[in-house]
């Protein structure tokens, strides 16, 4: 089995931090030149996973976003026949009315595919479309080309691009799906790895300040019937806010006053629960 | 390679399949996986294909490539394994004995209690590794605990492994959160209604129609003429029908509670009812179904392309279903049986389904449920049954 080996590999990024388990999945990934499908807690990285593999390799990011409503044919390519009926009625465009082809455009996948570079393509929420979007999709990543029905025309990937898929679903994908991926699922960092990330962010950030954010932050996390758990994206804008704010000192973090608590819940009965609880510890 | 560990991985519940499998050689061959540890995350991310299965393929691991030590021992370990000790010098107490290199008519004399206890500070002296000799723990020994030894438990001690730290990871467990069981949270029940909707065309026209914008220019011999139709929403209609009365329905209040808040947060037209038990002539709007009766002859006036659904055990006498007169309440009594407006509710909505939250291993043993199975499909309340319920309710249309 012929098999080019990428010679460089991925190890983390400017803004990104790896843990070494993961970083292994993606090497194997882009060896096997496998679609990568990603699981885990909104706010875990899934997505921030293949900026950073696009930036530390060097390659460039086309992002799929998927939608409910969408189409397998729309991220693959669009016949503009909007455009041809007005060229055809008026004729004042340099575009030949009677060649098909050049009002195809190429969607997302088929832009990874006609791209002239190894690109990243990242396909984001899968879970949001419908069971026959992603398999059908499958298919055409597997065979690394589509056809074009209007002009007949068959599109082969010129290079393979690296495939990162993320699904925020609990449930599981459908089986034809899981057997064409390799999987892994992002749990949440603990306390000492969401330092890391933080202090990637504030390089400069006070210790003492890290420290109790983080813990306070965990703690918040753990409150009973909390809907929407906060995760890293709300920590991170929370330190920036604290930091911002010339009255706030580090130690207040510990005697149990939680400001800008807006930051991190964002569900009014999230909020107040959360507020009740504080309170309740500061008496 | 490794085809065994496939196989316990297959034998434990993990779906792993031959091409994934085949997949992993692959990788073997390409000279990624050089350490156990690479073998633990690339057999990880190759074969099993959900986290719910992450904490099994942990324990699976761990066993598999059990010629590493497993855990320290520690207090009850040692406790457990001096209560084997036990077991086997009961049975053949010359045996031990001999292991232990004591005489047996020393160990005789001692109570039960005398032993266990002589045991364990046996086994705590064992803190160094002993191998090969007649050493009770050891590598080698003839020892019913040792590491080769003959005890079926297979409890062992010491052994140091240059693979610890994989078999340390899958030790740990944690993925644990992540397995099957467990009850059936709001999240949960959102993936598997998410499916639930009808698009209907519905709002202002701002999508173009290409087939008839082409049509009407043509017919205008090419004056472009440009056509827009309304965009596909979703406008599913759900009645929920509840049973929230009566002592049966006690240990599912949680998750009927559940269902009931994610679904009145998540479809924007549904309808929630209440009844006991059954229905007869009457569904209530109100919880404690006293003040907002429903008459179930109304039902018709409703879109028959509502989805009907019912929650409850279909639990009951079976003369409350079957009979004339058949409620438990007075003023219910109306002269025909509920079965009737069952089938009457399950014709009026050709989408309807009974949700039970009694498990189905244990529908066969109450009567009513089955008659009620041959009006309504019925299918569990849990994440499989609600998405087989949501595949019916769909497949119909």
């Not at chain 2, 004399?109 to 160094?128: A, G, S, W």
């Not at chain 2, 596909?232 to 209040?253: C, F, H, Q, T, V």
Request: charged share 30%.
């Amino acid at each position: 089995m012929s098999c080019e080996k990428s010679p460089n590999q991925f190890t983390g990024a400017e803004k990104y931090v790896l843990d070494d388990e993961l970083a292994e999945i993606i090497n194997i990934t882009m060896a096997l030149e496998m679609p990568l499908l990603l699981k885990g807690e909104p706010g875990t990285g899934k997505t921030m996973l293949a900026h950073a593999i696009s930036e530390s390799l060097n390659m460039r990011l086309i992002v799929l976003n998927v939608k409910s409503s969408m189409k397998l044919v729309d991220a693959l390519y669009q016949y503009d026949t909007l455009t041809r009926l007005n060229d055809s009625r008026f004729g004042d465009s340099k575009r030949d009315v009677s060649n098909i082809a050049e009002y195809i455009r190429m969607g997302k996948i088929g832009q990874a595919f006609t791209a002239d570079e190894k690109v990243v393509l990242l396909i984001d929420e899968i879970d949001k479309a419908d069971t026959d979007f992603q398999d059908d999709m499958l298919d055409v990543l597997d065979q690394m080309e589509f056809d074009i029905m209007e002009i007949d025309k068959t599109i082969k990937a010129k290079h393979r691009p690296v495939i990162i898929i993320t699904s925020n679903a609990k449930k599981d994908l459908s089986d034809p799906f899981l057997g064409r991926c390799n999987f892994h699922h992002i749990a949440f960092p603990e306390p000492d790895m969401m330092e890391r990330i933080v202090r990637v962010h504030f390089p400069d950030i006070d210790k003492e300040l890290l420290q109790n954010a983080v813990e306070a932050f965990y703690r918040l996390r753990e409150i009973n019937g909390i809907e929407k758990r906060p995760a890293t994206r709300e920590l991170i804008n929370w330190i920036r806010a604290l930091r911002s704010d010339p009255d706030f000192k580090a130690k207040d973090l510990v005697k149990g006053k939680t400001p800008y608590l807006g930051i991190l819940f964002k569900k009014s009965p999230d909020y107040s629960l959360a507020r009740n609880v504080i309170e309740r510890h500061g008496k | 390679m490794f085809t065994n560990f496939f196989y316990t991985l297959k034998n434990a519940g993990i779906p792993v399949s031959p091409t994934s499998f085949l997949r992993l050689q692959k990788a073997l061959s390409i000279g990624l996986v050089n350490s156990l540890n690479d073998f633990y995350t690339a057999a990880r991310t190759i074969l099993v294909k959900s986290e719910r299965y992450f904490d099994l393929y942990d324990q699976v691991f761990a066993h598999h490539f059990e010629g590493a030590e497993l855990k320290d021992p520690d207090e009850t370990i040692i406790s457990d394994m001096a209560k084997a000790l036990l077991e086997e010098w009961l049975k053949n107490p010359k045996e031990i004995a001999n292991a232990l290199g004591v005489d047996e008519s020393k160990l005789k004399d001692m109570t039960p209690e005398e032993l266990i206890k002589y045991f364990m500070e046996r086994l705590k002296d064992q803190t160094e590794e002993h191998h090969g000799g007649s050493k009770w723990i050891g590598t080698g020994g003839t020892s019913p605990v040792g590491h080769s030894g003959y005890h079926p438990g297979g409890m062992r001690v010491g052994g140091i492994s240059r693979n610890r730290s994989a078999l340390k990871v899958a030790m740990d467990r944690r993925f644990r959160d992540y397995s099957q069981d467990g009850p059936l949270t709001q999240a949960q029940m959102g993936e598997a209604l998410k499916r639930l909707r009808n698009m209907v065309p519905e709002g202002p026209k701002d999508q173009i129609n290409i087939d008839e914008s082409i049509y009407r220019t043509m017919k205008n011999a090419g004056e472009i003429e440009i056509v827009f139709d309304k965009s596909l929403k979703d406008r599913l209609k759900i009645i929920l029908a509840i049973d929230n009365g009566g002592w049966s329905m006690e240990p599912y209040i949680e998750i009927v509670r559940t269902l009931f808040y994610y679904s009145r947060a998540q479809f924007k037209d549904i309808k929630t009812f209440f009844f006991h038990n059954t229905i007869y002539d009457r569904l209530w709007e109100d919880p404690a179904r006293m003040r907002k009766p429903f008459p179930v002859n109304d039902l018709v006036k409703l879109d028959p392309e509502t989805r009907f659904i019912i929650v409850g055990d279909a639990s009951m006498a079976p003369y409350e279903l079957m009979a004339q007169d058949g409620s438990i309440y007075f003023e219910e009594y109306s002269g025909m049986p509920s079965y009737r407006r069952l089938e009457f509710i399950a014709d009026t909505f050709p989408h309807s389904i009974w949700l039970n939250p009694k498990l189905e291993a244990h529908w066969s043993y109450t009567r009513t449920i089955s008659m009620i199975r041959e009006i309504f499909p019925m299918f569990e309340l849990t994440l499989d049954g609600l998405e087989k319920a949501v595949s019916y309710m769909m497949h119909k249309n």
